[in-house]
């Protein structure tokens, strides 16, 4: 479920150039043409989506690298809320 | 192999800066030629490899100590400060980041017997200066790469021994996904397709050309380029240009106060009429250097701890990068305009002892080294999702 709202949001701010429901998710998204801009939109779009802010600390590459990745990060900042 | 303390390695490049650059900075400036003189005496001196680790045969300078380097230097010619700017930026980041290769630590070797000044080729033809985007591929076959580059400005690229190139990482690969490769001097050949008739920074003989090279695929710098990018090009560039810009600055500042103690000199007791523009002078040099000096210890306090790495990938470490380039790149040309309202005509003449226009012209190329315009714009992309708690 939340893959796939991840997988929506990638589609639209994440300037792939490959279609994301095609991607694993461990895939490099980087290495699938996001870019850092890019990266930005799908941060703001991942906190409106999921009502959450990433602190500083998780604002880096490795957070938004794969679509796993991300569910991790999101999992976490919501588990008890 | 080195044998210098750490201050050695500062004090040695200002006699350089004094006893030769500075020498030859006219003449460097007037005919855009490259300051051969003032890296024979570094190379000498082995002071190009003042940024490898000690363990690895070089100088174990941090990022405060070639700062300073950098300042030294540019203080006596700017042009000759960029450059040993630009080359202690990628033997950083060889040293940072190949060292898991067998390739590039047998290379390492060879840059501390030999000295080799390293040039660099980000820019090209088409990506409108976005660095982190490369139209050209590093073609691999049988463990060998051929890369081609049509390159809008290359680093003193005809000067340089070797010369680390941005290329997507291979045929298929997208424009962001880059890595670096080390192009050999004798696996290439370039083409100048430009001139490099600049107002300023003409010492750093940087046209454009077009390179056609090719090599072992051992020669592509393991991982990918936007670590490399994020870890080490984007903070040592930022902070060591920095380091430059201040050298010109405080050489404005020189010229200014001997203008001012000369005129002291006329009539004790009274203090002369630009004296407290220079006062002001003085303020605005401070913040610079204390601005260019905190962001390099900054960058050695976060490389001393173990999670050091990974911080400089944050969003946060991004911002301070953008905000020291462009702070210190728009102050050091108010700087030394300060130098010319405080010297007046002295300074306004070419041919003067006190002239400041060559340091005027270089300091202009600060805000377009990679476009002011262009990080402010990825500053306020990356404000949107900082919280800065």
């Not at chain 1, 699938?32 to 799908?42: E, L, Q, Y």
């Amino acid at each position: 479920m939340m893959i796939e709202k991840i997988r929506k949001i990638l589609k639209d701010h994440g300037r792939l150039n490959k279609d994301p429901w095609a991607l694993d998710e461990a895939a490099d998204l980087y290495q699938a043409g996001m870019t850092s801009h890019a990266s930005v939109n799908v941060m703001l779009a991942l906190e409106g989506e999921f009502e959450i802010e990433f602190p500083d600390h998780l604002l880096k590459r490795s957070v938004f690298e794969s679509m796993g990745a991300m569910r991790d990060t999101i999992a976490g900042l919501t588990k008890g809320s | 192999m080195s044998s210098h303390s750490l201050s050695e390695i500062v004090s040695q490049t200002r006699a350089i800066a004094q006893e030769i650059a500075a020498k030859h900075a006219a003449d460097v400036d007037r005919q855009a030629r490259f300051p051969s003189e003032t890296f024979e005496a570094l190379r000498k001196a082995r002071l190009l490899t003042a940024a490898l680790p000690k363990e690895l045969g070089g100088g174990g300078a941090n990022m405060a100590e070639l700062a300073e380097m950098c300042t030294a230097l540019a203080q006596g010619c700017g042009a000759s400060g960029m450059v040993l700017a630009m080359h202690h930026i990628q033997v950083a980041c060889i040293a940072r980041h190949g060292m898991g290769s067998p390739f590039f630590r047998k290379y390492v070797e060879e840059l501390v017997e030999r000295q080799l000044l390293i040039g660099s080729i980000t820019s090209e033809v088409g990506v409108w200066g976005d660095t982190r985007s490369s139209i050209c591929a590093c073609i691999r076959e049988n463990g060998h790469f051929k890369l081609d580059k049509d390159a809008t400005t290359a680093s003193y690229a005809e000067h340089a021994d070797d010369l680390l190139v941005t290329a997507r990482r291979n045929q298929d690969a997208p424009p962001s996904d880059q890595v670096l490769v080390l192009v050999r001097k004798a696996d290439r050949t370039l083409t100048q397709t430009g001139t490099w008739d600049t107002m300023g920074m003409r010492g750093t003989c940087s046209p454009g050309f077009k390179l056609t090279s090719s090599g072992s695929e051992d020669q592509v710098l393991p991982g990918s380029f936007a670590d490399a990018s994020a870890q080490t090009m984007v903070s040592y560039s930022h902070i060591l240009w920095s380091g430059v810009w201040l050298g010109i600055a405080s050489d404005a500042m020189a010229r200014a106060s001997a203008f001012v103690r000369a005129e002291a000199r006329k009539n004790p007791g009274v203090v002369p009429p630009k004296a407290t523009h220079l006062a002001k002078m003085s303020a605005e040099v401070q913040l610079l250097r204390n601005s260019v000096h905190g962001q390099a210890h900054e960058f050695d306090e976060i490389m001393s701890r173990p999670t050091g790495m990974e911080e400089l990938l944050t969003i946060g470490w991004a911002l301070k990068m953008n905000n020291i380039k462009v702070s210190s790149s728009e102050m050091t040309p108010r700087i030394v305009h300060d130098a010319l309202q405080i010297i007046g005509i002295g300074a306004y003449k070419n041919d003067s002892k006190l002239s400041v226009g060559r340091q005027y012209r270089d300091s202009l190329s600060a805000a377009l080294m990679i476009s002011n315009d262009r990080i402010f714009s990825k500053t306020a992309s990356m404000l949107l999702v900082h919280k800065d708690d």
